[in-house]
Every structure is written in structure tokens, then in C-alpha cells.
């Protein structure tokens, strides 16, 4: 399916297999070949710088002529490469490139045709999206394992790793420098080919799907993408930083929400969808009071509380009850938030990010998701934050904010541990004390030990001393007997002499 409207106003819609759709004012004309059922399957419409519209179908290239109100089609009969298109893009000479399934580029100067293959640089023989780049004068190429860039007859193969190797279903510029580059897997890949600045937004960021049939920009610098999830529309700031993020789906007006490859047109005052069921225009319905309904907590509760969270708190808050002055015992800290932004214009454009204040290093990934869960929280001071889009797709200013405490068990709480270490001071100074005391009267007993040892000793050595002291004057008294006896010994006074002092 594709759709091309022309400057005067002329809209062209292709089908999937029902032909081409021209409609000028009230005139509607239909375009239909009973021979060639593929050449009803429109992929692709392009008006050519000259203002020729040319079409792409599984059958053929078609060059519309206005004076017989009839197409010149060209196949590989004619000297295309493939019969069956997928992409058509001019260069500012007006020369025509022409993406075919499986059979490679083809480029047409209006007399003959000039083909890339693998064999010329081409990744694949499958081309499923071009564009051409009077900026850097270049064709840039989306095949089934990423992009390749044509200048002056050579092919390169930029390296773009947050591409990978998916298919390249979209290429389109933006802001002159940038392409836009729609991936069938990877999301959207913004990319300089000069700086080879790269930013990949993906469904992390809020976008449908990571699955892209189309990827480009309006007038406005607002960057529509087409999944097989709905549509995508985001702005980006200077910084290139997303700004706002908005989902078209069945909520909002889609019915088939899948869209398709070619099928858009992006103009100032009007936008062109051709979705699975058919073809929706978009209207940017501004309400002067279109209101927003305030982001709010619907519950706050224990994930694994034996009692309830109000046991805990001292009141309650708001419809919702939400528990205030929450403190909880170190046991049951595993709690769960609850939030929601009610918009009944976007619904599933709400995204929210959260975190846990002393407890998050960062914001989560924006998600749909509005409930967060944390489990075994030590104790401390937190206060949880979670912002939300508004009805604009913008991201609130201010979070919305709840605190709450996990209370300390009493083993660490600071007078605990003080009287702890006190008490652990008074052990260690009572065993010193102890210890001192053991030896000083262990010391005490050995000196004693020794006294005794001694004493016994000095006893000993006096009892030895008056026994030999009894005996010597024992022996003195003897002699001195003698002397006295004058010789009755028949010993001579001086040999009694000699013997007394012996």
C-alpha cells in the first residue's frame, strides 16, 4: 500500500491488490490491470522532480502518462533489473533508482538502465527502502542486513552497530543532516553520516514497537513512526533529546493498527495513513482546556505483610487511603506502589518512570507498567518519585513523591551498640585486670616460695654452723682439761697449745 498527493492537490492511493486510486477534486479515476493481478499490488508512489508520478508495484515500474491517462511500464523485459519494486527514488538530475526484491538497484537516466548487485557492494540483493540525499549527494540503501550509502559509483557500508543486521524497511532526513532510519527490529537509528552521530530509540523509549514499516518527519519536526503495533509520534528538543512521545492505536481512532511501508503522507495541514484495513486522515484535534488528569498513588501495600500496611501508619490519605506517616518494622519491608494518569485521549500514551530515593542510582526505563515493587529494604529514610507523560506526550516537571521508614532493629540501633561497646570495653579492661592481678600473684606466691626456700636454707646453714662451732669448743674444753692436768697425758705444754688453737 502507498499514498502520494501531489502538490495541486491530487491524491494517489495504492492498494494492497486492488489497483491505484487517483482522486482530483471530485473525480475519481481507478487504475487496474486483469492481466497482470501483480501489477495491482501497489508498494510504492513517487512524484519525480519533473512532476511525472511514477509507481511501483510487484510487476513492474509504472511512469504515469497524463495525456493518454495511462502508465508506460517497464519490467525486466524493459531492462529493470527485478519486476518487482519496492522503492523509487531521483536524484536532483531526475535520474530514477528503482529498489527491487530480490534483484538488486537499478538506475534509469530515461534512455537505459544501469544495475548494483552484491557483486557491485550491494549487501543484498534485496533493496527495501532508498533515499536520496541532496545534502550529501548520496543514495542511501536499506537491504536486509543494514545500510549502505552510493556516491560516484561506489558503494560504502557505514558501520551502525545499533542497527545490527535487521532489515532497513525506512530511510527518510531529518533537519537536513539527519536520516531517520526505520529498522525491522532494532527501533529508529537517528544518524549523521558525516559526524557519525548516532541515537537509537527504540520501545524502552516509548515507542509502539521496535518493529518500524515507516519513519519520518512533517513539516512541524514531528517524527511520526508506523509499527505493526500502531503509530508513534515524538519531538525532539535541539539536544535531540525526546521531548514528547505520543500512541495512535485502537484506543485512540485505529482500528487496524498495523501499518504499512509507503503508506503516508506527512504534509503541513493534513496526514495520510494507509493502515491494514485502509486508508485514516489524521486530525490534530487542539482543545483550548484539554485537561489532564494529575498523576496520583491508588496504593501503597506490603507484598509479603502478615498485618496490614495501615498498622503502621498513623492515618490515611485521599479516595485511595494511601497510609501517611508510614514507618515500618525492620520485618516487613517489602513494599509495593501503585500509580496511575488516567487520559482518555491518549491512554496508551502514558508512560511513567520511577525510582526510590537512597535506593535508585537512576530513574527506571519509561514503560506502561504502573506498579513498582521493592523487597528487603534495609533499614533507612525513603521517598519514592514517579513521574508520568501528560496529554501532550511531555514528561511532568515536578514528581509525585511519598516517604516513608524502614525502622532499625533495635540490635543496630546506636544505643544498643553503645552499651555494646561498653560493655565490650569493661570485658576487655576486666580481663586485663584479671590477667594483671593472676600474674602479680603468681608473683607474689614465688617470692614467697623463695623466702621459705631461703629461710630453711639460713636454718640449714646455722644449724651446720653451731654444730661444728659445738664441736670445736667441745675440743677446746678437752685440752684446756689437759693443760690443766699438766702433762698427764705425757704431752708437752706446747703441743697442747698447738692442738688448742688447731
Known amino acids: 500500500m502507498a499514498i502520494l498527493k501531489e502538490k495541486d492537490g491530487t491524491i494517489w492511493i495504492g492498494t494492497t491488490n486492488q489497483g491505484l486510486i487517483r482522486m482530483k477534486g471530485s473525480k475519481v479515476d481507478y487504475f487496474t490491470d486483469a492481466k497482470e493481478p501483480y501489477r495491482n499490488s501497489i508498494t510504492c508512489i513517487k512524484q519525480a522532480p519533473d512532476g511525472k508520478v511514477w509507481v511501483g508495484t510487484q510487476y513492474g515500474l509504472g511512469q504515469y502518462q497524463q495525456s493518454t491517462h495511462s502508465f508506460q511500464w ?50 543484498s540483493s534485496s533493496v527495501l527502502s532508498l533515499y536520496y540525499s541532496k545534502y550529501y549527494q548520496s543514495l542511501f540503501i536499506g537491504g536486509e542486513f543494514g545500510i549502505s550509502a552510493l556516491k560516484n559509483g561506489a558503494i560504502d557500508h557505514p558501520t551502525i552497530q545499533e542497527i545490527g543486521n535487521t532489515n532497513i524497511n525506512s530511510i527518510n532526513p531529518f533537519r537536513d543532516s539527519l536520516l531517520l532510519i526505520g529498522t525491522g527490529g532494532s527501533g529508529v537509528v537517528l544518524y549523521n553520516p558525516k559526524t557519525e552521530f548516532k541515537k537509537r530509540i527504540s520501545s524502552k523509549e516509548g515507542l509502539s514497537s521496535d518493529f518500524i514499516y515507516f519513519v519520518a518527519a512533517d513539516p512541524a519536526d514531528d517524527i511520526w513512526i508506523g509499527t505493526e503495533k500502531g503509530i508513534s509520534r515524538i519531538k525532539l528538543d535541539d539536544q535531540l533529546q525526546i521531548e514528547s512521545t505520543l500512541q495512535y492505536d485502537h484506543t485512540n481512532g485505529l482500528e487496524g493498527i498495523e501499518a504499512n511501508q509507503n503508506a503516508f503522507h506527512l504534509g503541513r495541514d493534513e496526514r495520510y495513513f494507509g493502515m491494514i484495513d485502509g486508508l485514516y486522515e489524521f486530525y490534530d484535534l487542539q482543545r483550548k482546556n484539554a485537561k489532564s488528569f494529575p498523576l496520583h498513588l491508588t496504593e501503597v501495600s506490603l507484598s509479603y505483610g502478615k498485618r496490614g500496611i495501615q498498622s503502621y501508619s498513623k492515618g490515611e490519605s485521599g479516595f485511595f487511603k494511601i497510609p501517611t506517616d508510614l514507618r515500618l518494622p525492620p520485618d516487613e519491608n517489602n513494599i509495593t506502589f501503585t500509580f496511575n494518569r488516567v487520559d482518555k485521549r491518549y491512554p496508551t500514551s502514558v508512560k511513567f518512570k520511577y525510582r526510590l530515593v537512597n535506593h535508585d542510582k537512576s530513574w527506571s526505563l519509561p514503560a506502561s507498567t504502573y506498579e513498582a515493587n521493592y523487597s528487603n529494604l534495609p533499614p533507612g529514610q525513603y521517598t519514592f518519585e514517579v513521574i508520568s507523560t501528560n496529554n501532550k506526550g511531555s514528561w511532568d516537571a515536578a514528581p509525585l513523591q511519598y516517604s516513608f521508614i524502614v525502622e532499625t532493629p533495635f540490635y543496630q540501633t546506636t544505643g544498643f551498640l553503645f552499651t555494646l561497646g561498653l560493655l565490650l570495653i569493661g570485658m576487655t579492661l576486666l580481663y586485663f585486670y584479671l590477667r594483671v592481678r593472676h600474674k602479680v600473684q603468681r608473683a607474689i606466691e614465688l617470692e614467697q616460695i623463695r623466702s621459705r626456700e631461703q629461710e630453711v636454707l639460713r636454718k640449714d646453714i646455722a644449724r651446720d654452723f653451731h654444730d661444728e662451732m659445738g664441736n670445736q669448743l667441745s675440743r677446746i674444753i678437752n685440752y684446756v682439761s689437759l693443760l690443766r692436768l699438766n702433762g698427764a697425758s705425757g704431752m708437752s705444754q706446747q703441743d697442747l697449745y698447738a692442738k688448742v688453737e688447731g
Open 74 to 123: 517497464f519490467t525486466s523485459n524493459e531492462g529493470l533489473s527485478g519486476s518487482s519494486v519496492t522503492s523509487i527514488q531521483f536524484d536532483e538530475k531526475g535520474n530514477v533508482w528503482v529498489g527491487t526484491f530480490g534483484a538488486g538497484l537499478s538506475f534509469y537516466d530515461g534512455k537505459k538502465f544501469k544495475h548494483y548487485s552484491i557483486k557491485d557492494g550491494l549487501s
